[in-house]
C-alpha cells in the first residue's frame, strides 16, 4: 500500500496580493479575503481527489505548512488570517476534512508566529515555577522530532483562527467521535522517521541556507572576533530579532512600512527600477536643500542611483541566481546540511541511512540527489516552489509544487506550475530526486493521468491568475505586462 501520509506545501503567502492562492479582485485592484481564489479551490480538489484515493480512509494525512504561509511582512496581520481561513475551510469542510493535524513550521515572512509560539510555550513553563525557582532562558527552536511530542509547542494563534469553525471546536470534535484538531509549531527544523529508522524526512523552510539570514551573526564576528554559530539555537538566538523585525514585522507597520512592498515591486522590474531611482532623486534633493522643482539635481543622481539598484540586484541574484538554486545558495545548503541541521540530528539521536530534506524560500521548485559530508548516503532534495507572481516578465524558474509522502516515507514531488510565457497546455508533472518513479510515484501519476482534464483546467486557471496578478502589478509599477 502506498498511501499519502504526509502532505508539504511552502510559500503560499496568504493575504499577499500577489499570491495565486489569495483572491485578487480586479475590481477592487486589490484582495477579496471573503472568497478563496480560483487556484486554491482548484488546488484542494486535486489534493481531495488524491487523497481520496489512498486505500486506509481511516487514517487521515498530516499537513506540514513549511514557512511563508501567511504573509506578515507585506499585508496586515488581518488579511492573512483571513486568507489562511478560506484555506482551512476547503481543506477541513465539515465531515470531509482532509486532514488529521497541522504541522507549522515558521519561515521568515511568518517568523512571528514562532515568536507568539515560544512566548506561550515560556508561558506555560513558568506557570509551575515558585518565585525562587531557577528561569531557564526562552527556547530558540524546538526538537527536530516532536511529532509524536506532547510538549511541542501549539500555535495559540492558528489554533484559535481554525477553531473559529464550530466543527472544529474540541468539544465538537470529541462529541463526534473524532480526535482534537491541533496545529503545532515546528521551529526552524522538523523531522519524521520510518518504523524502522532507516530513513528520514527533514523539513525547514529555508531562509537559513542565505547569508542574509545570518547578518547579526556575521555582524558580530566582523566586530568582536570569534567564530561563525554551528548550532541551530545559536543561529536563531543570535538572529531572530532581525529576522523578525525585517521579515516579519516592518512590512504591517504604518507609515513607511507600508510603502516596503512598492519599493521591492519596483526592484525587482526594470521599468520600476528608474522610477524608483526618480523618487529617491526627488527625496534627496529635497532633504539636502535643493528645490525640487528644478529637475537638474534630480536628473544628475537618478543614474548615479540607478546604478546603486542594479548593482544591489546583481549582488542579489549571485545569491539567489536565474538557477534553481545559485553557488551560493547551493554553499549555503551545504553548510546548513552539514553544520546546523546534522549537529541537531545527533543531538537529539542520529542521522538516518536514507535521508530526504524538504526546502521552500526560493519559489523556484526543483529535486536532485545530493553529497553531503556526514551522511550514510546521498541526500534527495526537494524544494517545493512558491505560489506568488514576483515580477510583470514570466520567470520560467518560478512555480510552486506540493510534496507528497506515504507511509514508508517514499517521497515525491507534484509539480503544479512553472510561470511561462506561452500557454501549452498541462502544467503538472510528478517527479521523484533521481529520476524514476517508484511504486508509490507511478500511482500518484497514474491518477493525474486519470483525471487529466481536471489538471489541465487548473493549469488554464493559473495561466488566468498569473495573467491578472502580472498586469495589476504592472499599473502598481508602471511596467507594462
Known amino acids: 500500500m502506498s498511501d499519502i501520509r504526509y502532505v508539504c506545501l511552502s510559500d503560499m503567502h496568504f493575504g499577499e496580493e500577489d499570491s495565486l492562492l489569495t483572491n485578487f479582485s480586479e475590481a477592487k485592484e486589490g484582495i477579496d479575503a471573503a472568497g478563496a481564489s480560483p487556484v486554491l479551490t482548484k488546488m484542494v480538489d486535486g489534493l481531495r481527489d488524491l487523497i481520496g484515493k489512498n486505500e486506509n480512509q481511516a487514517i487521515k494525512p498530516t499537513l506540514i505548512l513549511n514557512g511563508d504561509i501567511l504573509e506578515l511582512a507585506l499585508c496586515s496581520t488581518s488579511d492573512a488570517s483571513m486568507a489562511f481561513l478560506r484555506f482551512v475551510e476547503l481543506v477541513m469542510e465539515e465531515d470531509n476534512e482532509l486532514f488529521k493535524d497541522i504541522v507549522y513550521i515558521p519561515g521568515n515572512h511568518d517568523h512571528h508566529l514562532w515568536e507568539l509560539a515560544r512566548e506561550t510555550q515560556y508561558v506555560n513553563f513558568i506557570e509551575g515555577k515558585g518565585p525562587k525557582d531557577e528561569l531557564k532562558e526562552p527556547w530558540h527552536n524546538t526538537k527536530i522530532f516532536i511529532e509524536d511530542d506532547t510538549k511541542a509547542p501549539p500555535s495559540y494563534y492558528l489554533n484559535t483562527l481554525v477553531k473559529m469553525f464550530d466543527h472544529l471546536k474540541d468539544d465538537n470534535r470529541i462529541a463526534a467521535g473524532k480526535e482534537p484538531f491541533k496545529v503545532t509549531v515546528a ?67 504604518k507609515g513607511a512600512g507600508e510603502e516596503i512592498e512598492r519599493i521591492y515591486e519596483r526592484m525587482l522590474n526594470k521599468e520600476g527600477r528608474s522610477q524608483l531611482a526618480n523618487m529617491l532623486a526627488k527625496t534627496i534633493a529635497a532633504n539636502v536643500g535643493f528645490d525640487i522643482t528644478d529637475p537638474i539635481e534630480t536628473r544628475m543622481m537618478a543614474p548615479f542611483l540607478n546604478t546603486l539598484i542594479e548593482k544591489a540586484l546583481k549582488l542579489e541574484k549571485k545569491e539567489t541566481g536565474d538557477e534553481p538554486l ?43 540527489i545530493k553529497d553531503f559530508i556526514g551522511y550514510a548516503n546521498p541526500v534527495a532534495i526537494y524544494n517545493t516552489g512558491g505560489w506568488i507572481v514576483e515580477t510583470v516578465e514570466r520567470n520560467t524558474q518560478h512555480g510552486g509544487s506540493i510534496v507528497l509522502i506515504d507511509e514508508a516515507l517514499t517521497t515525491l514531488s507534484l509539480d503544479v506550475y ?59 509599477i508602471g511596467a507594462p505586462a
Not at 546534522?342 to 523556484?364: C, D, L, M, S
Not at 501549452?424 to 533521481?434: F, I, M, P, Q
Open 187 to 253: 521551529y526552524p527544523n522538523f523531522g519524521v522517521v520510518s518504523e524502522d529508522c532507516q530513513r528520514s524526512v527533514l523539513f525547514s523552510h529555508g531562509h537559513y541556507i542565505e547569508p542574509l539570514y545570518h547578518l547579526m551573526s556575521r555582524l558580530r564576528v566582523e566586530l568582536l572576533g570569534g567564530e561563525m554559530p554551528s548550532k541551530i539555537w545559536e543561529i536563531e538566538g543570535e538572529n531572530f530579532a532581525w529576522v523578525d523585525f525585517f521579515w516579519s514585522a516592518m512590512g504591517r507597520s
Open 326 to 368: 545559485s553557488p551560493k545558495a547551493q554553499e549555503g545548503l551545504d553548510n546548513y546540511m552539514m553544520g546546523p541541521l546534522a549537529n541537531q540530528q545527533r543531538g537529539e539521536r542520529f542521522i538516518a541511512p536514507e535521508v530526504t530534506f524538504v526546502f521552500g524560500h526560493t519559489h523556484k521548485p526543483y529535486v536532485e
Open 418 to 476: 512553472r510561470e511561462s510565457k506561452m500557454r501549452s497546455g498541462s502544467l503538472v508533472e510528478v517527479r521523484e530526486a533521481g529520476g524514476g518513479l517508484s511504486a508509490f510515484g507511478k500511482r500518484i501519476r497514474g491518477i493525474v493521468d486519470d483525471e487529466k482534464m481536471f489538471w489541465d483546467g487548473l493549469s488554464e486557471t493559473i495561466f488566468d491568475e498569473i495573467d491578472l496578478r502580472a498586469k495589476a502589478l504592472s499599473r502598481r
